[in-house]
């Protein structure tokens, strides 16, 4: 481990690191924004291309037009900065880390980074045409389905920051067990209860409808098995690696 340095020279490297961050999102965010509009649509086509013929996205609110596809653009260019955002991270935390830390802890931010992108494109690719087709094909007649586009993006936005939690799942339970606080026994054990909370779970983030909760429930259920599976492979290697 390095030397500790002074408290100011620990605030300027934060201070330096947060501006880098920050400078990162902006400048995506600037490379993007002649595209807002476009990148909105491409956001709303799950739901436009389940709508019926004439039917359309509505804004109630005078500014949404503008604010909302603003709103979506600075959400993209959050993500594509994110590498730089990590990195920044990274620079700051490493010099204080030991070296077995940091075997571990750089594959888990990774893995945690990849599931979260994972479970948001899950969502969208799977989740989104499914329960929009659902909901646009028991939609009474006379009715006409014209969601506000401010009200979809707070709804995609809470999808996906709950599928992409969903998705961390496996890291939880790797880090539960590596630490030693939840054994193997006790994970294969408790598989009824994570049953049962996975569908209680999305019965409360989900829309009210059986296919989307079992969309999310049965990912966090086989999930589960996963992180059982990478610990059981983990805890092998370790015990390999004791006995040599």
Known sequence: MSDQQ?????????????VRIVLGI?????GLFHWTSQIYHLMAKPLLDVLP???????????APFFVPV?????????LSLPNTMYQIWAFVAPGLYNHEKRL??????????????????AFF??????????SSITPQGVAMMTDIDKYLSFVLGMFV????????????????RMGLVSLKQLREGRPYVIVGAFIVAAVVT????????MMALPLCLLYEAGILVSMVSNRKKQEVTNE
Do not use: W, Y
Not at 7 to 18: F, G, M, P, S, W
Not at 106 to 122: H, K
Not at 126 to 135: A, D, K, Q
Not at 162 to 177: M, Q
């Open 126 to 135: 799977v989740v989104f045409p499914v329960v929009f087709g659902f909901m």
């Open 6 to 18: 002074p408290l100011l020279a620990h605030l300027i490297e934060l201070r330096t690191r947060i």
């Open 26 to 30: 902006v400048l995506c965010f600037l």
């Open 53 to 63: 013929a004439g039917s359309s996205m509505i804004a109630t609110d005078v500014t």
């Open 207 to 214: 829309p009210p409808d059986v296919l989307s909760q079992v």
């Open 105 to 122: 802890i750089v594959p888990l931010v990774l893995s945690s980074i990849l599931l979260f992108f994972t479970g948001m494109a899950f």
């Open 162 to 177: 709950a599928f992409g939690v969903t998705f961390e799942v496996p890291i939880v339970v790797v880090v539960l067990n």
């Open 71 to 79: 709103k979506v653009t600075m959400l993209v260019a959050f993500l």
